[in-house]
């Protein structure tokens, strides 16, 4: 069994920076390939949106809104995605999911969600 472990979340001021980590826990000898990794956010009843992601050639693509501010970065051999999020809103404010499109030895390729981690911007 494959889980996703986030990290990094907190409580910081609007201009400041914070970085998300997500790593692959638990069964990862059984992962093959890992496609993309991401990041999506939920605002308290709102639905869930896109902020980024990054391919397994590294392309990346940013949600319009976090764009020249946040960057996604991964590191195949840690199984890990990085969130670095810099001049942060007080709209950024949300709880932060991390994905990784996997395949192991006994499932197919699949998305994997990690549990959330909260992070609040203070104006």
């Known amino acids: 069994q494959v889980q996703l472990v986030e990290s990094g979340g907190g409580l910081v001021q609007a201009g400041g920076s914070l970085r998300l980590s997500c790593a692959a826990s638990g069964s990862i000898v059984s992962i093959v390939s890992i496609d993309r990794m991401g990041w999506y956010r939920q605002a308290p009843g709102k639905e869930r949106e896109f902020v980024a992601t990054a391919t397994r050639d590294n392309s990346k693509t940013y949600a319009d809104s976090v764009k020249g501010r946040f960057t996604i970065s991964r590191d195949n051999a840690k199984k890990a995605v990085y969130l670095t999020m810099n001049s942060l809103k007080p709209e950024d404010t949300a709880v932060y999911y991390c994905?990784?499109?996997?395949?192991?030895?006994?499932?197919?390729?699949?998305?994997?969600w990690g549990q959330g981690t909260q992070v609040t911007v203070s104006s």
């Open positions: 994905y990784m499109n996997l395949k192991t030895f006994t499932m197919p390729n699949s998305d994997y």
